[in-house]
Nanobody, 124 residues
């Protein structure tokens, strides 16, 4: 079992960058797939990026491809989301989630452990 805790959100102008971090407690972090998801006001939660347990396989939503990069450091039990060229439509609460899996689940309903979320606001 892991407990994700997000950090790094904030207010940034369009075109700027932010890096989100997610520290996950638990001794078996390395066998968990990790994902970043976001929810904008009035919208459903959507997948942003996910990464498999080794870090060798990643998946991105079309809306963030080429701008966002997900990575992980298993020695630090931490997953990152580097967000560049931010747009106002990237605004929302960003959640980190974990699933014990050797595959790469892409849907939010597949994940078992969730953080509290961190707010990202991109001004135009």
């Amino acid at each position: 079992q892991v407990q994700p805790v997000e950090s790094g959100g904030g207010l940034v102008q369009a075109g700027g960058s932010l890096r989100l971090s997610c520290a996950a407690s638990g001794r078996t972090f390395s066998i968990y797939a990790m994902g970043w998801f976001r929810q904008a006001p009035g919208k459903e939660r959507e997948t942003v990026a996910v990464i498999n347990w080794t870090g060798g396989i990643t998946y991105y939503a079309d809306s963030v491809k080429g701008r966002f990069t997900i990575s992980r450091d298993n020695a630090k039990s931490t997953v990152y989301l580097q967000m560049n060229s931010l747009k106002p439509e990237d605004t929302g609460v960003y959640y980190c989630a974990a699933k014990r899996s050797f595959t790469i689940p892409k849907n939010s309903y597949e994940y078992d452990y969730w953080g509290q979320g961190t707010q990202v606001t991109v001004s135009s």
